[in-house]
């Protein structure tokens, strides 16, 4: 530190003399559980079935908790760096002080892209529940969805544009009813409260892994679903109060709160739902949670869940769209994109030109593109990002040793997460290339596509000199 | 006409009503201040005001 001067007027955003209007440091522990764990949450009340499909209930079983350990790797490794990088653009900043401006940038797009897809798979899922619900009330005729697919996306910007508190208390609000409804259902229904639905042994007789170990392999790529976007959490790192300590509590209380949720929903469904069923998310059990609430007979859980479904769908837009603004607005103001879209507005305090400029591509792809090419492509995104994370620990842990700087957490075991995480990656890449193999490899030769235009074009333009903001000494052997 | 065809109006118009509003503060802002003022932020702020970094 000694030859950094951080009052420096010269040095780009050094010191108080930097920043007119930034972002707002409002949010504690409480919102960052909710940004987490709301970005996920949907992903209990629909699409992790789809593993079950692949290998039966007890591959979904595992699928889930070696999913659990990936994330658990995720959220550690995250709440180390974050808690001590703490800017928007989360894994962009990461990259960015630790990696390299390449790296940087394809994490950047790895962000944009997989909340904006989840955005919009999520208005498309909030239609799809909506016309449901019209048929359930009686109405004959066809749902027109559009409207209401753009009214989610329209309403949770409008949020977002409005101040990053409101959003993320509206977030915690609906995410915590969405868990209290699994935990009610699972009370109702497993026995505890009441009488138990549960048959669990005579529906797994005879089809306790119908396609064997590789379908266990295979239904590792939708076992991400459980827990998808939990990372999402290190974006809020320049509007909490205290990074040091909500990054790290409020993220890992998150990927507890969903291996809980995610056993309890496994365990709900597959002991209600026939394996075929459940497992067909197309034409079978959309909605397994949904669908396991309307076997119990009864009709306040029924609507409890229905509105748990929704507000899970909610959650995660908001959240995806609260993320992926961030991680647009940290390349713009670092000129890794036109700078234009580093603006932060002055009244709401909120990445304003980015919220706005990423609804007309969440909305072409609500509107455009098939649910499952949506997500596939947002899983992808998800899963290169977290291919990054290992490589990032290590140089992290290398370049500014223990002890040199400081840490609002520090992961223990290093570098045992590390090397797990970059093995489980390995296996789900595998799995991912035996059911989308065409989509994995157009989307790495998108991703090489775009690193040639950065390097040989857009990198004249990045901020270089004035990019590494941080007070921190120089990294060890430089 | 049923009341969903009406839900259906109505989420068109509070669309656009939201997206209007958008635009116009947009625009206000952007009319207001300076670029220099609005694309001030910078990372770390609050590391470089509030922590020390002794090595």
């Known amino acids: 530190m000694a030859d950094i001067d951080i009052t420096s007027k010269d040095i780009d955003g050094m010191g108080p003399h930097g920043t007119k209007v930034g972002l707002l440091r409002v949010l504690g522990p409480a919102h960052i559980w909710a940004l987490g764990v709301g970005i996920v949450l949907v992903g209990e009340y629909m699409g992790w079935n789809f593993a079950v499909g692949k290998g039966g209930a007890y591959a979904a079983l595992i699928a889930c908790w070696v999913a659990g350990i990936l994330y658990t790797c995720v959220a550690m490794i995250d709440s180390e760096v974050t808690s001590t990088v703490a800017a928007a653009g989360g894994q962009y900043t990461q990259a960015k002080h630790i990696v390299g401006p390449l790296m940087a940038f394809n994490v950047g797009l790895y962000l944009v892209f997989a909340y904006t897809m989840l955005e919009a798979a999520n208005a498309i899922t909030a239609g799809y529940l909506i016309s449901v619900v019209a048929s359930m009330t009686g109405y004959s005729g066809e749902l027109d969805q559009r409207p209401f697919i753009i009214l989610v996306i329209m309403f949770l910007a409008w949020l977002n544009y409005r101040g990053v508190l409101a959003t993320l208390t509206f977030n915690l609000v609906i995410t915590a009813i969405a868990f209290c409804a699994i935990i009610v259902l699972f009370l109702s229904t497993s026995g505890i409260l009441g009488g138990g639905i549960m048959q669990h042994a005579a529906l797994f007789e005879g089809h306790e892994l119908p396609y064997g170990w590789i379908g266990v392999l295979a239904a590792m790529h939708f076992g991400l679903w459980y827990y998808l976007g939990i990372e999402g959490t290190t974006q809020a790192a320049e509007e909490v109060r205290s990074p040091a300590r909500a990054l790290p509590f409020g993220t890992l209380a998150g990927v507890m709160t969903l291996a809980i949720a995610a056993t309890l929903t496994w365990y709900l469904c597959s002991g209600v739902l026939p394996w075929e069923y459940l497992g067909d998310g197309v034409n079978g059990s959309v909605a397994p949670l949904f669908d396991t609430a309307r076997l119990s007979g009864s009709t306040g859980l029924l609507w409890f869940l229905g509105f748990g479904t929704l507000f899970a769908t909610l959650a995660s837009a908001n959240g995806c769209i609260n993320d992926a603004s961030r991680a647009w607005f940290a390349m713009g103001r670092d000129k890794y994109l036109p700078g234009w879209f580093g603006a932060v507005h002055p009244r709401f305090r909120t990445p304003y030109r980015s919220i706005i400029f990423l609804v007309p591509i969440a909305l072409i792809f609500a509107l455009g593109a098939p649910l499952d090419q949506v997500i596939t492509f947002s899983i992808l995104s998800g899963l290169l990002e977290y291919t990054f994370m290992p490589l990032n620990i290590i140089m992290f842990r290398k370049k500014w040793p223990m002890g040199t700087i400081k840490r609002g957490y520090e992961h223990p075991f290093h570098p045992v997460p590390a090397i797990v995480l970059l093995a489980i990656c390995a296996t789900v890449f595998f799995a991912v290339f035996l059911g989308y193999g065409t989509q994995l490899v157009a989307m790495i030769g998108f991703y090489i596509v775009v690193s040639l235009w950065f390097h040989f074009w857009r990198y004249r333009f990045v901020n270089r000199g004035t990019q590494f903001t941080m007070p921190w000494p120089k990294p060890a052997g430089y | ?55």
């Open chain 2, 1 to 55: 006409m049923e009341t969903w065809n009406l839900l259906e109006y109505a989420a068109w118009g509070v669309s656009a009503l939201l997206a209007l509003y958008m635009l116009v503060d947009w625009l206000r802002v952007d009319s207001t201040y300076s670029e220099d003022v609005l694309t001030s932020s910078r990372e770390g702020e609050l590391e470089a005001i509030t922590e020390e970094h002794h090595v």
